[in-house]
């Protein structure tokens, strides 16, 4: 298997906390979500979480210099040997050089950045009816990806309902993917002139694309055939 840390990129919508969940659950992996964080702290009340909301209910990013603190103060609760990937971060360059920074810090390296593809019209009908197992947090779009028994978790059996996030309204969701585009798909580049980028298509059945992610992993760990 690899050995370094993975970095899981793609717009809203397009399944990066469901699979690097699977990478936790498959292959040891500690997930670090940013978006996650941030609504941990909004739930406990702190002053971070009500900063970050202010941005976050508008789309908008929260601030670098706010994000990446965060990130630091929870790479270090990480042991070493745990292999991380990191979900929703970084988003722009300037997280993508400070992350380069905090990995030579604790002596890590990244082993690739993975980016899940997804059409814009599939992301908007994703994006509008989200629904959540309240026991294992998997995420479903009921109206491309339901659970197989309605209202029922395919991967634990919990119970799964709509998901309340403040930040899926149409306008934010649309100002979400404009967001994206203008912050996020320059790190796409930055990671591709390095030679460490891997697209993935991000449609289809959640286990196809888990299936997808993992082959490419495999393939890295394999000693180039002569085939
Ligand atoms: P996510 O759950 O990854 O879709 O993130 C939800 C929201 O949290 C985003 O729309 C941003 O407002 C904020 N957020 C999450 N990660 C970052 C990040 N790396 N940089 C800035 N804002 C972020």
């Excluded at 988003?91 to 690739?112: I, P, Y």
């Amino acid at each position: 298997m690899t050995q370094g840390d993975l970095v899981l990129m793609g717009p809203p919508g397009s399944g990066k906390g469901t699979q690097a969940r699977r990478m936790v659950d498959e292959l040891g992996y500690v997930q670090l979500a940013t978006g996650d964080l941030f609504r941990a702290h909004l739930a406990q009340g702190t002053e971070l979480g009500k900063l970050a909301q202010n941005y976050m209910s508008k789309g908008q990013y929260v601030p670098d210099d706010v994000t990446v603190k965060m990130v630091r103060e929870r790479l270090a609760d990480i042991p070493r040997k745990t292999r991380i990937v990191f979900d929703g971060f970084p988003r722009t360059v300037a997280q993508a050089e400070a992350l380069d920074r905090l990995l030579k810090e604790c002596g890590r390296s990244l082993t690739a950045v993975l980016l899940l593809e997804v059409p814009r019209d599939e992301l908007l009908k994703r994006l509008g009816t989200r629904a959540t197992c309240s026991r294992c947090q998997t995420v479903y779009s009921l109206a491309v990806r339901p659970p197989k028994v309605p209202g029922v978790c395919d991967r634990c059996g919990g119970p799964v309902s709509a998901t309340a996030r403040s930040d899926e309204s149409p306008e934010v969701v649309k100002k979400r993917l404009e967001v994206y585009e203008a912050e996020t798909k320059p790190v796409i580049e930055y990671y591709e002139k390095r030679g460490i980028l891997k697209r993935v298509s991000g449609v289809g059945a959640m286990d196809e694309i888990g299936a997808r992610l993992m082959a490419l992993l495999e393939r890295r760990k394999t000693p180039r055939s002569t085939a």
